[in-house]
């Protein structure tokens, strides 16, 4: 039903194109191509013509997230001013990113150096829906694929113990990764998988969106408590 109704639709569409095209012509309005009929102002936007169907909000126009599986706009991506700040530039990004508005402030108030521990206790004391693991790499490269691959939240990755990014594409067939470093230009650059194997050291943490109902798959992820953990962005 929907189906045809699309096509009723853009038939009549193009049979009104035909036929404003002619009836100008004959006026005289048409010369030297001047006279143009902009084609948003003739059929309009499918998610208008068929009930039900929403746009994409995730989809840009913008050149650089063209093939990009988590598109964090260059507005959502949160500078490391204090240059010891990278976590919670890393976790804002990704709360800008699924519209979590109670971490716009992330980095207008923590500035410091933080690990996976006080990550936990904030996010958990401001009632945010989120799941990080850290202390395997296996775990942390299949925690990448659930929630970036699959589920499209994005994540903040730990590299070599020292500062954190955002990972914003995993690719295994073609051996690559893409990711935003808060310390950079903050354009979405391409590793090679050996370079990404290399630098991740296994912690990795997601943001929920606010309508995401926990699956059996996020109840699986565990964080290794560590009492010496150590400081990202010291």
């Known amino acids: 039903m929907i189906k045809a109704k699309l096509l009723i639709t853009l038939f009549v569409s193009w049979m009104a194109v035909f036929g ?9 309005k048409i010369e030297n191509n001047e006279y143009r009929i902009p084609f948003s102002q003739i059929i309009p936007p499918l998610e208008k013509i068929i009930p039900g169907l929403k746009a994409n909000p995730n989809q840009s126009s913008d ?21 010891v700040q990278c976590v919670w530039c890393s976790l804002e990004n990704l ?12 980095t207008d108030k923590y500035k410091h150096a933080t690990g996976p521990d006080y990550v936990g206790q904030v996010l958990t004391g401001r009632g945010i829906k989120f ?19 699959n589920k499209k939240f994005g994540v903040g990755i730990g590299l070599q113990g020292v500062h954190m990014i955002n990972l914003v594409h995993y690719d295994e067939e073609k051996g690559i990764v893409k990711i935003i470093d808060n310390q950079g230009s903050l354009n979405i650059r391409t ?24 699956t059996f798959i996020d109840k699986c992820w565990k964080l290794r408590t560590d009492p010496f953990e150590s400081l990202y962005g010291k």
Do not use: C
């Not at 404003?20 to 005289?28: D, E, Q």
């Not at 590793?191 to 109902?213: C, L, S, Y």
């Open 191 to 214: 590793w090679t998988m050996e370079e990404f194997n290399q630098r991740f050291d296994g912690w990795a943490v997601t943001i929920f969106p606010p309508e995401h109902k926990e």
């Open 20 to 28: 404003v095209v002619a009836v100008s012509a004959k006026s005289g």
């Open 63 to 83: 050149p650089e997230l063209m093939d990009v599986q988590v598109p964090i706009a260059k507005e959502n991506r949160k500078y490391n001013v204090s240059g």
């Open 95 to 106: 709360a800008r990113h699924n519209g979590v508005t109670n971490l716009y402030d992330l």
């Open 131 to 149: 799941k990080q693991t850290s202390g395997n790499k296996q775990a942390g490269i299949e925690f990448i694929k659930e929630y970036v691959v």
